[in-house]
């Protein structure tokens, strides 16, 4: 065993038993190599990432690879998940030097952490113009000892340019209607007609462009806009990224056509998707919404749900081959006609094959109407059998955040009290296990003990939006205040003079760089995140504080949106709900008490981009800002709409509360 034996992320123990001399990240790692005088090399990865298996297995688990690695360089592995700081300003090198990123990620830097040579996977044999892994390793080794004057101004260069990488504008103000409506018809002209989406493949399923557009349909009335996204969600749920017998979906699709998954199943992803789904029911009322939320939240508390009462970070792409040949991507979702044959019978398997069309890669579909739930259940349970992918059991904060939003929301819009529960439970264990009585943040945790690793501004942003939504579906004020103590710290360790937001604190590890991204990529940036949920607080609270922060950090979404809307979709849904208002639902009525009950179940099924929602007793002695000051009418419970705490008049029937918000 390695120095990795004693970590929590299940990636890095993927490796403590490698002949690989690995070291965690830190000083000491990096004082070692100075010793010693070698190049460290940092390989950084993820548990569920099928290449970052397949570098493992070829190079990092044979001897002579490993020997030569130990003997010439000090071998760094990250989890990029445990440290996306690190993987954040090192990935900034790779795509400026390549033109393109992934993991495995292999960097090659002083041990004073400056870069100077960088790539994704190498093979163990020479393909497609890569070198194989040792002669690059050779060729590094030789530049190391023989031309170290080179190398060194290299790392310079390379750190310099990255170092000058610092975010600035103008601070112009938060986007209007102008900059929204150039948004959308961006994304309308980047549509994909034929198979749902935008671009070509690989595809990924763009839920929070998604998010903006359904918003942006709401607030403006724009059919276009509903039909890109109902299209591609249909299209989705339809297509072989999803999963048609256990729910959730794959992290991206191969191809353009939605067909061929890469087989891997991400937290992130299913949050987002299972609030996408949720949304689009609020507006249109189609069962396909319907059943894909429902199904997608319910795979998530099924399969991702641990012990501790939070939600793993993934399932592997990866599972043993049923005929015992090893590991094998997409080896528990894909089917041989053999395979049908074997779990129904002949006429079942073609009954099987017609309703869900698998073609030569195995993949199910669902092109027609809805599969017969006796032939699903019927290959679920055959399913089951098989040899099921390994689970990255670490508790991501963020990610956790998400699923709190995203189960709050559809326990409180199906009455599901289930799924409303599954979402306290976890931010129960975020409060307990995460957050300190300061409002700073861990990363990550696992079997209920915190991490290492500090959280970033996107934990902080999500973590927020999850206690924020589900104080609108509880009520419990104790979500709200622990959504302001983190936003606090947003404010004051994460925020830049002129507005800007960083993605570590002041406080934070010292990198070759501040990490700053507001783009979003496959989660929203933490830019956005922190951004939404500065702008929900100020809705509950009236904080002028709070909502100058959101329109300052919005005013990169005016300078990006209209521009890359694939890239700001969070931060134009954000901006949809700034001009919005957002709309503040101020719900009073005793708990229990079925006309309030009725009021509030509206005031959450409602679409108006990122309403807020207080529901409080009539008496309480110390209510949050939005409920202060809120008598029921006539003793009956009452519903009050406002924007910037400006109220129209009280209603008591949910009828006109729809009718107010609509």
Same mark, same amino acid.
């Given at each position: 065993?390695?120095r ?6 299940p ?9 690989v ?25 993820y ?24 003997a ?49 996977y ?13 002669q ?6 030789t530049a ?17 340019d ?9 601070a ?26 935008f ?25 276009e ?60 009322d189609?069962p396909?919404a ?8 319910d ?29 094998? +991507? ?27 069309? #698998? ?15 006796g ?32 189960l ?11 799924l ?7 931010? +129960?264990?975020?409060?307990a ?36 939504t ?8 104790a979500?709200?205040?622990r959504?302001g ?13 002129d ?9 934070? +590890?010292?990198l ?21 949920a ?11 504080r ?27 849904a954000v ?8 709309r503040?639902?101020?719900?009073v009525?005793?708990?229990?008490d ?22 409080g ?16 009418r ?6 009050y709409v ?9 209603v008591?029937? #949910? ?8």
């Open positions: 065993m390695n990795l034996a004693g970590s929590q992320s990636y890095l123990l993927q490796h403590a038993s490698n002949p001399d690995w070291w965690p990240w830190g000083a000491e790692a990096m004082a070692e190599a100075k010793r010693r005088d070698v190049p460290v090399l940092l390989s950084v990865g548990a569920s990432c099928h290449w970052c298996h397949v570098m493992a297995h070829e190079s990092f688990e044979d001897e002579a690879v490993a020997a030569y690695l130990n010439h360089f000090l071998p760094v592995k990250v989890d990029r998940e445990e440290r996306p700081d690190v993987d954040s300003v090192y990935m900034d090198a790779v795509q400026a030097a390549t033109g393109q990123g992934g993991w495995p990620m292999t960097v090659f830097m002083t041990a004073d952490g400056e870069p100077f040579y960088f790539g994704t190498f093979p163990r044999e020479p393909h497609a113009g890569l070198p194989s892994f040792t690059l390793l050779q060729g590094v080794h190391w000892t023989e031309r170290r004057g080179e190398v060194a101004q290299v790392a310079a260069r390379i750190t310099g990255l170092a000058e990488r610092r975010l600035s504008y103008d112009p103000g938060p986007p209007g209607e102008a900059e929204l409506a150039m948004a959308a018809a961006g994304l309308a002209g980047e549509f994909d007609e034929a198979h749902g989406g671009g070509g493949a690989p595809k990924f399923p763009p839920s929070m462009a998604l998010e903006f557009l359904l918003r942006h349909h709401v607030r403006t009335g724009s059919r806009a509903l039909r890109i996204a109902a299209a591609t969600c249909e299209a989705m749920a339809r297509g072989g990224i999803y999963d048609q017998l256990g729910g959730g979906f794959a992290r991206y699709a191969v191809d353009a056509t939605w067909t061929v998954p890469h087989y891997e199943k991400m937290l992130y992803d299913n949050a987002l998707l299972a609030r996408v789904y949720t949304h689009l029911w609020r507006v249109t189609e396909l319907r059943r894909i939320a429902l199904e997608t939240a795979f998530l508390v099924r399969e991702l749900l641990t012990g501790e009462g939070g939600f793993a970070s993934a399932l592997d792409a990866d599972s043993e081959a049923r005929d015992g040949g090893g590991p094998e +991507e997409g080896a528990f979702y894909t089917w041989t006609p053999e395979q049908l044959q074997a779990a129904l019978g002949p006429a079942d398997a073609e009954r099987a094959a017609a309703v869900f069309g #698998p073609g030569e890669e195995g993949t199910l579909r669902l092109p027609g109407a809805q599969a017969p739930e032939l699903r259940a019927r290959l679920l349970d055959a399913r089951g059998a098989r040899p099921r992918p390994e689970r990255d059991d670490k508790i991501v904060a963020a990610w956790n955040g998400l699923a709190i939003a995203a709050a929301e559809a326990g409180a819009c199906f009455g599901r009290d289930d409303v529960a599954a979402a306290t439970g976890a931010a +129960e264990l975020l409060a296990v995460h957050l300190d009585a300061d409002g700073r943040l861990v990363r990550t945790s696992r079997d209920g003990r915190a991490g290492p690793g500090a959280g970033v501004l996107e934990d902080y942003g999500d973590v927020a939006e999850g206690f924020l589900l104080y609108a579906v509880t009520g419990v004020r979500w709200l205040d959504a103590a983190l936003l606090e710290t947003v404010l004051t360790r994460f925020a830049g003079a507005g800007t937001l960083f993605d570590t604190a002041d406080d934070a +590890e010292r070759i760089r501040r990490p700053q991204d507001p783009t979003d990529g496959a989660t929203p940036s933490g830019w956005s995140a922190a951004t939404g500065l702008l929900s607080y100020a809705a509950y609270t009236g904080s002028g709070h909502r100058a922060a959101a329109e300052r950090a919005l005013g990169v979404v005016t300078a990006l949106g209209p521009q890359a809307p694939r890239f700001t979709g969070w931060g134009l901006a949809e709900a700034a001009v919005d208002g957002p503040e639902v101020a719900v009525g005793a708990w229990g079925a006309a309030a009950d009725a009021l509030h179940r509206t005031a959450l099924r409602a679409a108006a981009p990122g309403a807020v929602v207080a529901r007793e009539p008496d309480d002695a110390d209510p949050p800002p939005l409920l202060a000051g809120r008598p029921l006539e003793g009956r419970a009452a519903a406002c924007r910037g705490f400006v109220c129209a008049a009280p008591t029937d #949910p009828e006109s509360l729809a009718a107010q918000l609509a």
